[in-house]
T-cell receptor
């Protein structure tokens, strides 16, 4: 799986948009970009994923650049409960093994 | 919404004892995983399981570890003789193997080895 690079930490004001960047310059054509978050020591929570088109769901939006070498996760109106570590992971879909490889992620602190 | 469940939420054991951590994956999922996270460190892959056999395992998953799907719903991780360094959060995950194929995680079991 391609490696990803994320800033170790970011701050965001409550109610503002949080934009979390991720670089994945060695991504392959069949690899998806997945975002998870981990609040304190809870289980990682799936947020969103995409292949090449921008995606939006009830939690977030995912913007993938045209060359697919980077992406941005957008939390449109961050709340204090969005304080967490956010992980960007690239992987192919399907296959027998296909584990997730977690890096250090970005620790997002939402401040009042 | 279906979710992965894990029991117990916290297990305390003495070094050298056997522990079994239990998981109930989402019902139509076919691929199952265990991960662990030592306090303050990254989430690490341990093992993946499909069609009643291990499909991949990491270096961490040595002979002290085993996994089993004893019935149609449970997926277990057994540590035969626990060490102090096995103290960690253990997360179970599952995925369908089709479509968007997202892995969903359980809330974790905190294992404390004394």
């Amino acid at each position: 799986d391609a490696k990803t690079t994320q800033p170790p930490s970011m701050d965001c004001a409550e109610g503002r948009a949080a934009n979390l960047p991720c670089n994945h310059s060695t991504i392959s054509g069949n690899e998806y970009v997945y975002w998870y978050r981990q609040i304190h020591s809870q289980g990682p929570q799936y947020i969103i994923h995409g292949l090449k088109n921008n995606e939006t769901n009830e939690m977030a939006s995912l913007i993938i650049t045209e060359d697919r070498k980077s992406s941005t996760l957008i939390l449109p109106h961050a709340t204090l409960r969005d304080t967490a570590v956010y992980y960007c992971i690239v992987r192919v879909a399907g296959g027998a093994g296909n584990m997730l490889t977690f890096g250090g992620g970005t620790r997002l602190m939402v401040k009042p | 919404e279906p979710e992965v469940t894990q029991t117990p939420s916290h297990q305390v054991t003495q070094m050298g004892q056997e522990v079994i951590l239990r998981c109930v994956p989402i019902s139509n999922h076919l691929y199952f995983y265990w991960y662990r996270q030592i306090l303050g460190q990254k989430v690490e892959f341990l093992v993946s399981f499909y069609n009643n056999e291990i499909s991949e395992k990491s270096e961490i998953f040595d002979d002290q570890f085993s996994v089993e799907r004893p019935d149609g719903s449970n997926f277990t991780l057994k540590i035969r003789s626990t060490k102090l360094e096995d103290s960690a959060m253990y997360f179970c995950a599952s995925r369908t193997g089709t479509g968007t194929d997202t892995q969903y995680f359980g809330p974790g079991t905190r294992l404390t080895v004394l």
